[in-house]
């Protein structure tokens, strides 16, 4: 995984959270389920601190990828893949904004 970039600032009493990150994976669908689980947990765990949770998005989209072949004389090896641009954003009220920031970065 690259580096993960992460914004934080407090508008109108709510505190804004935002995180990007890009992921080389073959299948989409397995960035899908892990972000699925990770934004139940993430919702659970939010409500269990007594905050509310306003709203959290995430999204996935096909950013970069190649593929490489190689070979010492017998096997060939592919390695490579598609990499994915995840932006996750959460919007959690009645809390503080370092709390709000280690609960999407969590």
């Known amino acids: 995984m690259a580096h993960i970039t992460v914004h934080a600032k407090e508008h109108d009493s709510a505190m804004v959270v935002s995180a990007e990150f890009e992921i080389e994976k073959e299948d989409v669908r397995d960035i899908l389920e892990v972000l699925k689980g990770e934004m139940e947990l993430t919702g659970k765990r939010i409500a269990q601190s007594g905050s509310i949770l306003g709203h959290l998005k995430a999204s996935v989209?096909?950013?970069d990828g190649s593929y490489a072949l190689s070979t010492t004389g017998e096997d060939v090896s592919l390695t490579g893949g598609i990499a994915y641009y995840v932006g996750i954003t959460g919007i959690v009220?009645?809390?503080?904004l370092n709390d709000a920031r280690a609960h999407i970065e969590g």
């Open 61 to 63: 989209a096909p950013h």
């Open 93 to 96: 009220m009645l809390t503080e």
